[in-house]
T-cell receptor, first 117, second 111 residues
Framework: GAVVSQHPSWVICKSGTSVKIECRSLDFQATTMFWYRQFPKQSLMLMAT?????????EQGVEKDKFLINHASLTLSTLTVTSAHPEDSSFYIC?????????????FGDGTRLSIL | LAKTTQPISMDSYEGQEVNITCSHNNIATNDYITWYQQFPSQGPRFIIQ???TKVTNEVASLFIPADRKSSTLSLPRVSLSDTAVYYC????????????FGKGTKLSVKP
């Protein structure tokens, strides 16, 4: 159980393009989803927290107009990288949590490798 | 916000037991300890979670002393496929503390 699907798994596009990444919880309802970015040989960095039906909460230094997050249902959150540039190339990973109670771990998608040319 | 400290890397051989320790001196009363495994180009995978004493599942054991200021992930009889980065997180469910990844421990298993 607790499967999180992320799509696409990789994308290559030209500079200036907007890219949408989907994160779905397949067998549970996710009250909250999280978006991370991971650069090579580094740890995961939290970008934003997404709650169904409300605006996302962004971490300091993450541009909300650059990284648009929509959490339209309890099973789907999307991250759109707008007007992507080479410095946005990274590994983007989402996670979902069934509830905010104390013993619920995050379940992660398999990530999206984004390469901007 | 409970910060965690782990060794940057560890080496082991196939068939050995591996113990990875995580320090979390500022752990709060309601915090749980969760361990994840990450392979290159994949998302982290949940391994085990505990609050106190010992927890065991089909892949690992987690030992937590009474003061809860540290925890040890124990992997019995590792294989080459256990080569990965292991992260220890401390926090309460979806709380901020449970979302901050440290540098993790790079485990290399050799034949």
């Amino acid at each position: 159980g607790a499967v999180v699907s992320q799509h696409p798994s990789w994308v290559i596009c030209k500079s200036g393009t907007s890219v949408k990444i989907e994160c779905r919880s397949l067998d549970f309802q996710a009250t909250t989803m999280f978006w991370y970015r991971q650069f090579p040989k580094q740890s995961l960095m939290l970008m934003a927290t997404s709650n169904e039906g409300s605006k996302a909460t962004y971490e300091q230094g993450v541009e909300k107009d650059k990284f648009l997050i929509n959490h339209a249902s309890l099973t789907l959150s999307t991250l759109t990288v707008t007007s992507a540039h080479p410095e946005d190339s990274s590994f983007y990973i989402c996670s979902a949590i069934a509830s905010l109670s104390s013993n619920q771990p995050q379940h992660f998608g398999d990530g999206t490798r984004l390469s901007i040319l | 916000l409970a910060k965690t400290t782990q060794p940057i890397s560890m080496d082991s051989y196939e068939g050995q037991e591996v113990n990875i320790t995580c320090s979390h001196n500022n752990i709060a009363t309601n915090d749980y300890i969760t361990w994840y495994q990450q392979f290159p180009s994949q998302g982290p995978r949940f391994i085990i979670q505990g609050y106190k004493t010992k927890v065991t599942n089909e892949v690992a054991s987690l030992f937590i002393p009474a003061d809860r200021k540290s925890s040890t992930l124990s992997l019995p009889r590792v294989s080459l496929s256990d080569t990965a980065v292991y992260y220890c997180l401390v926090g309460e469910g979806g709380s901020q503390g449970n979302l901050i990844f440290g540098k993790g421990t790079k485990l290399s298993v050799k034949p």
